[in-house]
């Protein structure tokens, strides 16, 4: 097996409950479009999705409704 990914102990630090829960402040402190580029980020980290990808269009469909 490749050993690729190295665990870095060095990002983490030890912390209380309260401290640790306290996240709200951090992002009180950032600026609404920080705070949207924070979000976007992470939404493209869990999909995978770049600048570079495509939109899927075949999962959108498009009907009309029947008019009673």
């Known amino acids: 097996m490749d050993k690729q990914y190295k665990l870095d102990r060095t ?3 030890a912390l209380s409950f309260e401290q640790a829960d306290d996240h709200t402040s ?3 402190d950032k600026t609404p479009n920080e705070r949207l580029n ?3 980020f992470l939404i493209n980290q869990i999909y995978g999705v770049t600048a570079q990808t495509k939109v899927d269009r075949t999962v959108i469909t498009c009907r ?3 008019i009673s």
């Open 64 to 66: 009309k409704h029947k």
């Open 11 to 13: 990002a983490v630090t």
């Open 26 to 28: 951090y992002w009180q």
């Open 38 to 40: 924070a979000a976007c």
